[in-house]
């Protein structure tokens, strides 16, 4: 395959290898990418071999609703599920149905493109994120911004087949960043549900651990998660380490872009 000098510089920012055929060398069959290591240590990962799944027909996006009139400072979980983006967004902005209301400095709804292929689930929001008032920024979110560009997708630019819609399990930050407790969780997951629901996306990558339980309703660790489809509501779901948790342990970025690749062999 023959790599632009925009995609090689990609790849070169996620730390993976490109390789280059010398003079007279055949180059090889056109692949997936082999494997994202560590820049300080590139990794090797032979082709991963993905059985064919069920084609699964999208279903039809749903009509724009009339916004409604709701109080927003109580909105009940059957409240949102009936709600469009312009009164979701407004409802998690006024929300305080935990105490973490009292320590955010915004809230983090969502980003992205609100008809978008593939959506990406993550946790909860950072310091960073709590102040912009955007999901995966900072050091976590340039990793995920490479990630993507590597296969072709962005948060900001193209059609829906080309963007990602990214939003996290928690819309307000927990203090000192500390982990989400069950019952934030809860409070939070009606808004998550529906901006799902808003979305259908043809695919969900679930990253980090509180992304999986909410979404799996699953205890078990992200490494034996991970390699295999799953499903929510009847969308494929794939699940991967978070991008924070990959810059802690570059090693295992090898295994994200074979997740990464999974996901985007099912779009």
């Not at 109580?74 to 409802?91: E, F, H, K, N």
């Not at 909410?214 to 998660?225: I, N, W, Y």
Request: charged share 20%; aromatic share 4%.
């Amino acid at each position: 395959m023959s790599w632009t000098d925009r995609q090689r510089s990609m790849l070169r920012a996620m730390g993976l290898a490109v390789w280059t055929p010398s003079i007279g060398e055949a180059e090889p069959e056109p692949g997936p990418p082999q494997a994202l290591a560590s820049e300080a240590a590139p990794i090797d990962v032979p082709p991963r071999s993905v059985a064919a799944s069920p084609t699964m027909e999208r279903p039809p996006r749903a009509a724009p609703r009339e916004v409604e009139v709701i109080d927003l400072a109580g909105a009940d979980a059957g409240g949102v599920a009936s709600m469009d983006w312009p009164t979701l967004r407004a409802a998690v902005s006024a929300c305080r149905a935990c105490a973490l209301c009292e320590s955010r400095t915004q809230t983090v709804f969502g980003v992205g493109h609100p008809q978008a292929d593939l959506m990406v689930v993550g946790e909860a929001p950072g310091e960073q994120e709590d102040l912009k008032g955007e999901p995966f920024v900072g050091p976590a979110g340039q990793l995920l911004d490479a990630m993507l560009q590597a296969i072709g997708l962005s948060r900001r630019e193209g059609p829906p087949e080309q963007q990602v819609y990214i939003a996290n399990t928690l819309k307000c930050r927990p203090p000192r960043n500390r982990n989400p407790e069950p019952a934030e969780l809860a409070k939070c997951e009606p808004f998550l549900r529906r901006q799902l629901a808003l979305v259908q996306p043809k695919v969900i990558l679930a990253m980090g651990r509180f992304a999986v339980q909410q979404l799996l309703g699953s205890d078990e660790a992200v490494g034996r998660l991970r390699g295999r489809i799953h499903t929510y509501e009847g969308v494929p779901l794939v699940v991967t380490y978070h991008p924070a948790y990959l810059l802690r342990q570059p090693s295992d970025k090898a295994k994200a872009w074979e997740d990464l690749c999974l996901a985007a062999s099912l779009l």
